[in-house]
């Protein structure tokens, strides 16, 4: 199956790495394009290293700046509101990430978020894809999975 999961923070890495370790083709998302091309040259933080270094899978896990292209042939995508300590900061980073996949998806997905509070945001995730795919007016379907202990690492 093809994965795509939003962010290069160690939580997201362990994910990658765990669904990679299932048989899955991984690809990491990230907006920071000089991050994403140190890790692509093999230059890792020390986070990043710990993951990274210590996986072998072929070619299975990637990293891309581009979501568009990460988002063609997946089925499914993690997203994530990275980490702060603001919960109204968290929620905002998490529906940017919604937003760029209601702008970028091109088929139907299944869309995970790990969050513990799930009763309002499963509707904001929705809604805000939704958005994204009418101003686009595409009727693509999609799923939201909520679950804080799927692949929680």
Same mark, same amino acid.
């Given at each position: 199956?093809?994965?795509s999961v939003?962010g290069?923070? *160690?939580n ?11 048989g899955?083709? +991984? ?7 000089? @991050?994403? $091309?140190? &890790? %692509? @040259?093999?230059? *890792? ?5 710990? +993951?990274? %270094?210590?996986?072998?899978? #072929? ?13 063609? #042939?997946t089925?499914?995508c993690?997203?994530?509101?990275? *980490? !702060?300590?603001?919960? $109204?900061?968290?929620? $905002?980073?998490?529906?940017? !990430?919604?937003?760029?996949v209601g702008?970028?998806?091109? %088929?139907?997905?299944?869309?995970i978020? @790990? ?18 795919? !009418?101003k686009r007016?595409?009727k693509?379907t999609? $799923?939201? &999975?909520s ?7």
């Amino acid at each position: 199956m093809k994965i795509s999961v939003m962010g290069i923070e *160690y939580n997201q890495l362990l994910s990658g790495k765990a669904l990679a370790e299932m048989g899955n083709d +991984v690809m990491h998302i990230s907006k920071d394009n000089k @991050r994403i $091309e140190n &890790i %692509k @040259r093999g230059f *890792y933080n020390a986070e990043e290293a710990m +993951v990274i %270094k210590n996986s072998n899978f #072929d070619n299975s896990i990637t990293f891309t700046s581009n979501i568009k292209d990460a988002l063609r #042939d997946t089925n499914m995508c993690f997203i994530s509101e990275g *980490y !702060s300590e603001n919960p $109204e900061e968290q929620m $905002e980073n998490l529906l940017k !990430s919604a937003k760029e996949v209601g702008a970028n998806m091109s %088929k139907h997905m299944f869309i995970i978020d @790990r969050a513990a509070k799930t009763s309002d945001r499963v509707a904001s995730i929705k809604a805000t894809i939704q958005e994204e795919l !009418s101003k686009r007016n595409e009727k693509l379907t999609f $799923e939201i &999975i909520s679950d804080p202990d799927f692949l929680r690492a």
